[in-house]
C-alpha cells in the first residue's frame, strides 16, 4: 500500500524506518525530488499521530547528505540519533556515521534562550505548532504539552545555571 502521492514520487525510495513512536519516518530517494545533495539522499516525514496523513518529506540536509549515496537509516532507541550508511557505488568505498537529533529550543533564533522562548512555548499550549513541539522526541509527538516544557528547561538550565549562594 502506497503511503501517499507526498511521500512516494515516481522516483526510487527505499530503506524506510520509522522512529521509536512512530511518527516519524526516514527514507532514502535516488530519485530527482527536487532538493537533493547527491545520488541517493535521506528524507524525512512527520505525521501529528499514527492515524494522521504525513507531511510533505523534507531533506534531512547537508549535514546528513553527501554528493554519494546515503543509505539504511536507524534510530537510536531512545531518538537521540539517526545512524547512517554512507557509500561510494563505484569505488565500493562505505561508512557508518552517526547524526544526532536535537530539538531546536531557540523558537525565535536569536541565538539565547531565554524568556522570549518560554513566552513562545506558553503561547502554543495545546496547540500542534511544530516549531514549539519538541518532546519527548525532537520531532515533537503532535501537541505542545509538559513533554515540550520539560525539554525546554533542560536547555533553559543549561544557558541559564542558578546563581551559587
Known amino acids: ?32 525530488r527536487p532538493g537533493g545533495y547527491g545520488s541517493g539522499d535521506l528524507w ?28 539504511l537509516p536507524c534510530f537510536a532507541p531512545d531518538g537521540s540519533a539517526l545512524y547512517i550508511d554512507r557509500g561510494d557505488n563505484s569505488t565500493y568505498t562505505y561508512s557508518q556515521w552517526k547524526a ?8 525565535n533564533s536569536d541565538k ?6 518560554l513566552v513562545m512555548l506558553i503561547d502554543n499550549w495545546g496547540t500542534d505548532k511544530t516549531l514549539c513541539d519538541i518532546g519527548p522526541y525532537a520531532w515533537g509527538d503532535g501537541k505542545v504539552d509538559i513533554e515540550d516544557l520539560k525539554v525546554f528547561m533542560t536547555y533553559w538550565e543549561k544557558e541559564n545555571p542558578a546563581a551559587q549562594p
Open 1 to 32: 500500500m502506497c503511503l501517499c502521492p507526498l511521500v512516494n514520487s515516481p522516483g526510487i525510495e527505499g530503506s524506510p524506518v520509522l522512529s521509536p513512536d512512530g511518527l516519524l519516518l526516514v527514507f532514502q530517494d535516488k530519485s530527482t
Open 44 to 71: 524525512m516525514t512527520r505525521r501529528a499521530s499514527r492515524s494522521a496523513p504525513w507531511q510533505p518529506p523534507v531533506n534531512l540536509g547537508p549535514m546528513v547528505n553527501g554528493p554519494n549515496d546515503e543509505f
Open 100 to 107: 544526532p537529533i536535537l530539538p531546536i529550543v531557540d523558537f
Open 112 to 117: 539565547v534562550v531565554d524568556l522570549v522562548d
